[in-house]
């Protein structure tokens, strides 16, 4: 059997085995939660379902990881991961109960309530029981383009099953977007395609949190790739648009808007005007259509309610608190808002004195995951997805942060932070600041100079 057969058919077979885990001990309702990771033995599948789990995953990241080298095509890296993805359709969603809170928000807004006044507790759902109690008493913190596809999942699913069904081919139909954006940004970068494709599309954490998870990053992703795709075109207005829509989805797609103004060729003002102007119209248009005007804005803050140390500011506060400092995470996290605010406008001067601007895209992506207060394993999508269009050196360092935020979560989604705060938090205090170095690093080399920086022109190889 040949290199790229053997990868595909392992990849297969450990995502057959991730199904059986999802189809024995997914995410279903009622909630009912894992206590501790020791839970999954002693339900009534036994060993199967932790068997199943444990073996799927290193099968599905061993054949991603050996793949990086063997990819014959773009073609071919569509196929294979097309073929590792279908498996995880039919079944139950792994790693997350977040798919039912959707299906509740849909159903709201499909029923006229308005999903920013509440959770689940005050304005009611019929899949209530489904929903994690962490966020029951929460309003929606997505957007109103979201909602709105939420609430047609909701109002044509017609029961908590067919929502979820609809939802998951909205976050499928998200990632085969992705799948098309990625060969142009790719070869604008100098970045073999079909690499950029593989990386991204037979990416355990996407094949887990996106395909099978259900998660509407899937949609974010999309428009922010396609908008970084298109302004590269000259279509400034239309850009604009997709990235309006984007952080219609979620705020968070904001970060990379700026610095679509320099792949627009034209004179940076008239690129600005055109990019926000299609923005802000895009996104008025469908907050004023939906009927809910921009009460998401508001409810972003009660998406932080988690503390975890999966976010480094958090674990920093908490490795301070371990020791003794009172209050040290509400401190760690507004240091790392104000750090974030930082970098970001460090990283749009150097996009603004010549740099890549789709290279600093991606770092300003990396950056907002690294230093917000709140990180679930799915949020590594955002920028690994620019980085996979964008690194022409190296890719090994990419692989153990992929490989621990694919099975972080159990999969009935539990998370394993969870069982290990202390010890997790003093990790990641440390780690995080050799990523922090490793992205400086990266920054400093810039391999948008494999380019011609804004305009996105012929590959002229790498300097030192």
């Known amino acids: 059997m040949s290199r790229p057969s053997l990868v595909r058919y392992t990849g297969l077979a450990g995502s057959a085995l991730l199904a059986g885990a999802a189809c024995l001990g997914g995410a279903h309702r009622p909630w009912e939660p894992t206590v501790t990771p020791l839970t999954v033995f002693r339900g009534e599948n036994g060993v199967l379902l932790p068997l199943c789990w444990v073996l799927g995953v290193p099968l599905l990241l061993g054949a991603w990881v050996a793949g990086r080298r063997s990819v014959p095509s773009v073609r071919w890296a569509y196929v294979t991961a097309g073929l590792w993805a279908l498996p995880l359709l039919p079944f139950l969603p792994l790693g997350s109960y977040d798919a039912y809170s959707y299906a509740c928000q849909g159903w709201q807004q499909a029923a006229g309530l308005n999903p920013y006044a509440g959770g689940v507790d005050l304005l009611g759902c019929p899949w209530a029981d489904a929903v994690a109690p962490t966020w029951r008493a929460a309003p929606a913190p997505y957007g109103p383009v979201f909602l709105v596809l939420a609430a047609a999942a909701a109002k044509l699913g017609g029961s908590l099953a067919g929502t979820v069904a609809l939802l998951r081919l909205i976050a499928v139909l998200g990632v085969v977007a992705i799948g098309a954006c990625l060969p142009r940004l790719a070869r604008r970068a100098g970045v073999p395609a079909e690499r950029a494709v593989w990386l991204v599309l037979a990416c355990p954490l996407l094949l887990i949190h996106l395909v099978s998870g259900t998660h509407n990053d899937a949609v974010m992703v999309a428009l922010l790739a396609g908008g970084l795709a298109v302004a590269a075109t000259g279509r400034g207005r239309s850009a604009g648009v997709l990235f309006g829509l984007a952080v219609g989805v979620k705020a968070t797609a904001v970060v990379a808007l700026p610095f679509a103004l320099f792949r627009i060729p034209r004179p940076w003002w008239r690129a600005g005007l055109e990019l926000a102007g299609g923005a802000v119209g895009a996104l008025v248009a469908v907050s004023l259509g939906s009927g809910l005007g921009l009460g998401w804005v508001g409810a972003l803050a009660d998406s932080g309610v988690s503390v975890q140390w ?28 104000v750090a974030l605010a930082g970098v970001l406008v460090w990283l749009f001067r150097r996009a603004w004195r010549g740099g890549d601007p789709l290279w600093h895209a991606a770092l300003a992506m990396t950056a907002t995951v690294l230093l917000a207060p709140v990180f679930h394993p799915w949020y590594a999508i955002w920028p690994f997805t620019l980085l996979a269009a964008t690194l022409s050196r190296e890719t090994r360092w990419l692989i153990v942060p992929v490989a621990v935020a694919a099975v972080l979560c159990l999969p009935d989604g539990y998370n394993l932070a969870l069982a290990t705060k202390a010890p997790g938090a003093v990790g990641m205090t440390v780690l995080a600041g050799y990523l922090m170095w490793k992205v400086l690093h990266e920054a400093n080399f810039d391999p948008g100079r494999v380019g011609a920086g804004r305009g996105g022109a012929d590959v002229r190889g790498l300097e030192p």
């Open 310 to 337: 999966t976010s480094p500011p958090t674990a920093v506060g908490m490795t301070l608190e371990l020791i003794g400092v009172p209050h040290a995470v509400a401190v760690t996290r507004v240091l790392g808002i």
